[in-house]
């Protein structure tokens, strides 16, 4: 499965299998594209951030999308991996147990994957912000659309760790997770 295959599953309402998470870290990708041409329309003259400064950026952006692309794919995994751990029998006491475990493990799964991709978006919205008002003027909506993206898909990955949370059972992992919740929001 590749991101089209994923972003088929967001469009298609009867699916249940791909959410918010895969859509989130897929508006950072596209915050990543309409910043990225921004940066390359800004090169022919110095609007605050150098020529060679807005190239470095649209690399970087190019980088950026690349991950979250996989990002989309790996989220619509991590919910697999916590479908399947509901999946698992309960029928003796050993086996619930290991359900049990499983579950916890799977919330971790569940919340790392967009914790990650909300990393890369909040860095494509900081990208963002930092053009507004140093970039190509006549591109100035598509970069406020580029960094509302951002803040959707930085946002969105947030929600979908907080969706999963209640599952992690290790402590440190809870506290990672939101101390990151505390960092990333914007």
């Known amino acids: 499965m590749d991101y089209k295959d994923?972003?088929?599953?967001?469009?298609?309402?009867?699916?249940?299998t791909v959410g918010g998470g895969s859509a989130s870290a897929l508006s950072g990708a596209l915050a990543c594209g309409l910043i990225g041409m921004v940066c390359k329309l800004s090169i022919k003259k110095d609007f605050?951030?150098?020529?060679?400064?807005?190239?470095?950026?649209?690399t970087e952006l190019e980088e950026i999308r690349?991950?979250?692309?996989k990002g989309v794919v790996d989220?619509?995994?991590?919910?697999?991996?916590?479908?399947?751990a509901y999946k698992l029998p309960k029928e003796t006491e050993?086996?619930?147990?290991?359900?049990?475990?499983?579950?916890?493990?799977?919330?971790?799964?569940?919340?790392?994957t967009p914790l990650e991709n909300a990393k890369l978006c909040k860095k494509v919205y900081d990208i963002g912000v930092q053009l507004e008002g140093n970039s190509n003027p006549n591109c100035q909506s598509d970069l406020i659309i580029g960094y509302e993206l951002a803040k959707i898909g930085t946002n969105g990955c947030l929600?979908?760790?907080?969706?999963?949370?209640?599952?992690?059972?290790?402590?440190?992992?809870?506290?990672?997770?939101?101390n990151a919740l505390k960092n990333l929001k914007i």
């Open 66 to 69: 690349e991950k979250l692309l």
């Open 159 to 178: 929600m979908n760790i907080e969706a999963n949370l209640p599952l992690v059972k290790d402590k440190d992992k809870i506290k990672e997770f939101n």
């Open 94 to 112: 050993e086996e619930k147990e290991a359900r049990k475990q499983g579950i916890a493990n799977a919330g971790i799964i569940g919340a790392t």
């Open 48 to 58: 605050g951030i150098s020529p060679e400064k807005q190239l470095e950026y649209a």
């Open 6 to 16: 994923v972003l088929d599953l967001i469009l298609d309402s009867d699916d249940v």
């Open 75 to 84: 989220d619509a995994n991590a919910y697999g991996v916590i479908r399947d």
